[in-house]
């Protein structure tokens, strides 16, 4: 074994004799000791360093191979290895079995469950994703909380939460959110999927109450609109049910034809109990029917068009209308009106209903609340005003076909 002062020039002088000869040359550097390099006979060459460790046992470790690593690498990395084995006891070897090993387990280690996983699993493991509301839920939490979906769960803080749904523009769509989301949170903490204090999570600011309504001139630009696209628009049909009905978003959006009976002499749709919002925990869930106007049992057969099953709004692939503020604001650039939303429109049916002569006590029947009485008359007297209803929604609709 030959020790010279390695160069470039007499490494590669090396490969070629090597090759030449079928032999394995191995050479020494006299400027960094311990420093070697070892050249077989297919040309490759390898660095190493010998060194003696802190129970004085000659070792050999390996710095990398010519050309990769050059001759100042070389003698630069043997002074590191050198030091950290006399002096700090430390074991490169050890060391890569160790990274290896790491690196190992952690490709095959389960993926860490995020937040939406966890959001998933709880619906999963409770039912939850068999009910309707389970798509206006997901989309809540996916949307406000997108920043932290895909991050592992257990790392997330209460902070962090907080943070982000106090940020959200839309205070009503953060409170729905931190709504959905702290009992699947609470939910994960006693299995361990997430701390216990990112639970801790509080209610958001409320949204002021809004108090917009549609006047009687902007119904006389909306109503014709949507009455001209009902038919080749979902989101323009549902628009118009809920201006007729009085109902919530997710009560038209979700509704099927088996709910309608609109050949009998009433034509009514008949709300399932589970998909209505003023259902309160503990009491029994009960229908909403609502007797459908004319103007109501006509549109609704003009879209039918032969179908008896399915959802009502269903759209040609069979999903179901989204995008609504997208919508919204286009109805408003295109009849000229503006600041109002899909929701003003139940407000505006229960207003003008007030300005037509109906008593309160009516709309809020009409409105499907769960209080319509006082807390005394509501002990005694238990009715929903069901044919004072009928003729409120008759005035309501007649109302439309004059604005």
Not at 13 to 22: F, H, L, P, V, Y
Not at 285 to 290: A, M, N, P, Q, R
Not at 369 to 398: F, P
């Amino acid at each position: 074994m030959a020790s010279i002062r390695l160069t470039d020039t007499a490494i590669r002088k090396a490969i070629q004799e090597a090759c030449d000869a079928g032999t394995r040359i191995e050479l020494t550097d006299i400027t960094t000791p311990g420093l070697r390099i070892r050249v077989n006979r297919d040309g490759g060459a390898a660095w190493s360093v010998m060194t003696r460790d802190q129970t004085g046992r000659n070792r050999r470790f390996s710095l990398g191979e010519f050309p990769t690593v050059g001759i100042s690498q070389a003698r630069e990395q043997a002074g590191i290895t050198k030091h950290k084995v006399r002096h700090d006891g430390v074991d490169p070897v050890a060391e890569k079995r160790a990274a290896r090993q790491q690196a190992e387990a952690e490709k095959n280690a389960e993926p860490e469950m995020t937040l939406i996983d966890l959001v998933r699993l709880w619906g999963q493991q409770t039912g939850s994703d068999k009910r309707r509301a389970w798509i206006d839920r997901h989309r809540r939490i996916s949307d406000v909380f997108k920043t932290l979906a895909d991050r592992p769960a257990k790392g997330l803080t209460s902070e962090q939460i907080q943070i982000v749904a106090d940020g959200w523009p839309s205070p009503s769509s953060a409170a729905a959110a931190v709504r959905y989301l702290r009992p699947i949170l609470k939910w994960g903490a006693k299995r361990k999927y997430v701390s216990a204090e990112a639970a801790l999570i509080e209610p958001t600011r409320k949204p002021e109450k809004r108090g917009r309504y549609l006047s009687k001139p902007e119904l006389a630009a909306v109503v014709p609109y949507l009455r001209q696209n009902a038919e080749r628009s979902t989101r323009a049909a549902v628009m118009l049910l809920l201006l007729y009905t009085a109902t919530r978003l997710n009560e038209a959006v979700q509704a099927v034809w088996a709910e309608f009976d609109l050949e009998a002499d009433q034509p009514t749709w008949t709300i399932p109990g589970e998909r209505i919002k003023n259902t309160r925990p503990g009491k029994q869930k009960s229908d909403h029917v609502i007797p459908l106007p004319r103007q109501t049992a006509e549109f609704l057969r003009s879209i039918r068009k032969g179908r008896t099953t399915g959802f009502v709004f269903a759209g040609p692939k069979g999903g179901l209308p989204s995008k609504w503020d997208w919508f919204s604001k286009k109805v408003m650039a295109e009849t000229g009106t503006s600041g109002w939303t899909r929701h003003d429109l139940r407000r505006t049916a229960a207003t003008w209903m007030g300005e037509l002569g109906i008593p309160p006590h009516v709309t809020e029947a009409v409105l499907n609340h769960a209080d319509i009485h006082s807390n005394l008359s509501g002990v005694y007297n238990k009715s929903r005003y069901s044919t004072q209803a009928k003729l409120a929604l008759e005035v309501w609709s007649d109302f439309l076909d004059g604005v």
